[in-house]
Every structure is written in structure tokens, then in C-alpha cells.
């Protein structure tokens, strides 16, 4: 039998999806549970986003596009920047990508080099390390936390900054904490990575879902910003398996050449499906979700407080609420899965995310509506109080 990759060895599995299978399996068993720990919009696809695509199927619009994509899409992102962020990008820099996942793939393999070094925050997105790791780099950690409200401080970044660090990846809003940074803290990254030589790479597909701050881009920063972006979240077109990165200029050629071999082009009917995406009347939906993801966040954070979770930061993004439940656990995994048992409320354990504490962590994704949250409130307030 031929041995695995040892790489594989340092990939750790997500525990959210122990956590799914189980509350899967106890569905089945016709247990009725409230999903809130996939990462993934509960809104249904825009009719007529699902009609573009169709059509494109039905037209033998099915064939392989060039590897950066759609000519017709790339036009219709760089009009999004103009309108929707005052940004100008030109078409030609933007790269068509099987979804943020393979974005993310393709920007780290532009820079990195085994051994190189690129800086992440912890907690973060799991499959940043993954992917730092595949390709022989190192990642170092820079700790955000509750004392400083899960953001980047000029201080952390003097202090975890290393020498010869070859980039840094956050994520804003971030998962899993929902926090944003402001336009002064992006300035503040990109001037920083600029001055050492360092690229910064902005991970932006929680962009659209903000409650308390205008919509913002790295992108008006700076043209040396790398950023990642989807149509899996704002859009809520997560199985269209379709995404896009902003590049440099300097790095479009290599960008093509890497998507010709990674993946050759992003799905063909799903490029179709984003172009109406973006479309005006469609753009004001999503707005709209958007607005109702808002009313959630407004509705169980205060709940969750009273409750007795911890959460110092104001959760101003994405849909998640990063919860210190110290007071009911020091092993978040084992909390998460007796709480499924007993409430048939599944949310997700906090290792998944690395970080301070994080087996005192769950993350909460407001996923249902307001409804279904005043039932899993309910449901956590019986369980808590009987412990
Ligand atoms: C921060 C972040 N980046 C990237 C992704 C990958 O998304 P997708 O490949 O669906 O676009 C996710 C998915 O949850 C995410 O949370």
C-alpha cells in the first residue's frame, strides 16, 4: 500500500464537520435541529441568478472559458468596485476563480516559496495554514483576542512581525470573529507590508455583510494589495463554486499562467449566473439579505450575553459571533457536542479556529431566521440553566 503525503500529517480535519455528520444523524433520526455552525447563507438563489445560469447550461454555454475567465464578468466586478466602493480596478486584473477556496490557492502560490514565511491571525480561517503548509511554507501567528477586540493593533504588528516575512493574510470581516477593520487599520496594513517589502493579501468574502461600517476594499489602499473575494457569502451562491482575486499588474501573467494549470478556468454556467449577480436590481437583494443577517446579529448578541457567554467585540461583520464560553466549559469541543445531544442546537467548537483559549471559544453562525434563533436562545437558556 503506498504511504500517504506526510504533509498531510500537519492538515488537521474541521471539527464543525463532526459536528454536522452528528447533526445530520440525529436528523435522520427525526430530532429536529437548528443549524448554526456551517458557514453558509441560508437564503436560496436569486431566481433570476439561477435562471442565468440555466440558460448559460441550455445554451452549451458548458465549454472551458480562458483561465482568468470571462471577459464580460471581469467588466462587470471592475463596474461593482466603481460603484458599490469608489474604486477603480481595471478588468484585466481581475482573476476568475473556482470559488475563494482555489482564489486562495492561487494567490498564496504567486508568492510563496518553501520556507517562505507568511503571517496569518489566529484565530482564522483554518484553511490558511492548510494551504501555507501544502505548499512547504511556514506561517507564523499573530494572536488576536478579546483584549483588543480580535483586531489588528499597530503594537501587535511591531511585536509578531518577523524579519524577512514574505506576506500577511487577514480576513475582513473575519471568520471566525465577525470583526472588520476600518479603512485607517487597512492603511495602516498596506502601509506597513509596502515599507518591508511584504505582500498583504486581503481575504474580502464576508464583503457586503457589515453592520456598522460603510462597505470598504483594501483595494482603495493600494495597487500592491492582493485581495480574495467569492460570490459565496454576500451572494449566497456557495455550490456555484465561483469566486475572483484582484492582482498587481505585475503578477496577471504569472496569475494566468497558474490558473491554467491549477484548475484551467472557473465553471462556465456559474460565470454567467454572476454576471446577472451583478446586476443592479440583483445587487439590492442581496442588500437586502444583508439588512436581515443585521437584524439577526442585533437580536442574539445581547441574547447571548444575558445568557452568560462572554463577547467583548462588536461582531460587526459576516455572520458569526466568536463566544467565550468559559463559563460553562474549558473544552469547547465536548461542550458543543453534549449541547447538540441534549438541545439539538449545533453550533461550532472554537479549536477549529486556533488561538487564545480557543477550546473556551464556540462560534455561532446566524444563519436562521430571527424565528428559529428565538428557538435556539430558548433551547440554550434551558440546557444552561439546568447545568
Ligand atoms: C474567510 C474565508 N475565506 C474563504 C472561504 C472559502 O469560500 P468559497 O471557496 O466558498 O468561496 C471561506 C468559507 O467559509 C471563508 O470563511
Redesign the pocket.
Known amino acids: 500500500m503506498v504511504s500517504l503525503a506526510k504533509r498531510l500529517d500537519d492538515i488537521a480535519p474541521f471539527y464543525v464537520m463532526d459536528i454536522l455528520s452528528k447533526a445530520k444523524a440525529l436528523e435522520a433520526s427525526g430530532i429536529d435541529i437548528i443549524h448554526l455552525e456551517v458557514?453558509e447563507p441560508d437564503a436560496a438563489d436569486l431566481p433570476e441568478v439561477a435562471k442565468a445560469g440555466s440558460d448559460a447550461i441550455l445554451a452549451g454555454k458548458t465549454k472551458y472559458t480562458a483561465s482568468t475567465g470571462l471577459f464580460e464578468l471581469k467588466q462587470k466586478l471592475s463596474q461593482y468596485y466603481a460603484k458599490y466602493f469608489d474604486t477603480q480596478i481595471k478588468p484585466e486584473r481581475i482573476i476568475i476563480t473556482p470559488?475563494?477556496?482555489?482564489?486562495?490557492m492561487l494567490a498564496l502560490s504567486l508568492i510563496l516559496d518553501p520556507k517562505d514565511t507568511m503571517l496569518i491571525t489566529q484565530p482564522g480561517?483554518p484553511?490558511n495554514q492548510h494551504i501555507i503548509e501544502l505548499l512547504g511554507s511556514n506561517h507564523s501567528s499573530m494572536p488576536v483576542d478579546k483584549t483588543n477586540q480580535f483586531t489588528i493593533t499597530k503594537s501587535l504588528l511591531q511585536k509578531y512581525w518577523p524579519n524577512n516575512l514574505k506576506g500577511l493574510l487577514i480576513?475582513s470581516p473575519?471568520?471566525p470573529t465577525g470583526t472588520v477593520l476600518n479603512n485607517k487599520q487597512l492603511e495602516l496594513l498596506s502601509n506597513h507590508a509596502l515599507k518591508n517589502d511584504s505582500q498583504l493579501i486581503v481575504?474580502e468574502?464576508?464583503q457586503g455583510l457589515t453592520y456598522n461600517n460603510k462597505n470598504i476594499t483594501a483595494l482603495s489602499h493600494s495597487d500592491q494589495i492582493i485581495v480574495?473575494n467569492?460570490?459565496?457569502?454576500f451572494f449566497s451562491m456557495?455550490g456555484w463554486?465561483i469566486?475572483w482575486i484582484v492582482v498587481p499588474q505585475h503578477m496577471i501573467e504569472a496569475a494566468d499562467k497558474l490558473a491554467q494549470n491549477l484548475y484551467l478556468s472557473a465553471p462556465t454556467p456559474a460565470q454567467y449566473a454572476a454576471i446577472r449577480a451583478l446586476d443592479d436590481d440583483c445587487i439590492e437583494q442581496f442588500q437586502t439579505r444583508a439588512k436581515a443577517f443585521k437584524a439577526r446579529r442585533d437580536y442574539l448578541l445581547p441574547q447571548l450575553r444575558k445568557l452568560g457567554f462572554i463577547i467583548d467585540q462588536p461582531c460587526d461583520g459576516a455572520f458569526y459571533i466568536y463566544a467565550d464560553a468559559s463559563k460553562f466549559t474549558d473544552n469547547s469541543m465536548e461542550f458543543c457536542k453534549a449541547l447538540l445531544d441534549a438541545t439539538g442546537v449545533a453550533i461550532t467548537p472554537g479549536a477549529d479556529f486556533r488561538g487564545h483559549n480557543a477550546n473556551q471559544m464556540v462560534r455561532i453562525a446566524y444563519t436562521c431566521d430571527i424565528p428559529r434563533l428565538k428557538q435556539a436562545v430558548k433551547r440554550l437558556e434551558n440546557y444552561l440553566l439546568k447545568r
Open positions: 458557514g470559488g475563494a477556496s482555489s482564489g486562495l480561517y484553511c480576513a473575519s471568520n481575504d468574502i464576508y480574495i467569492s460570490f459565496s457569502k456557495t463554486r469566486g
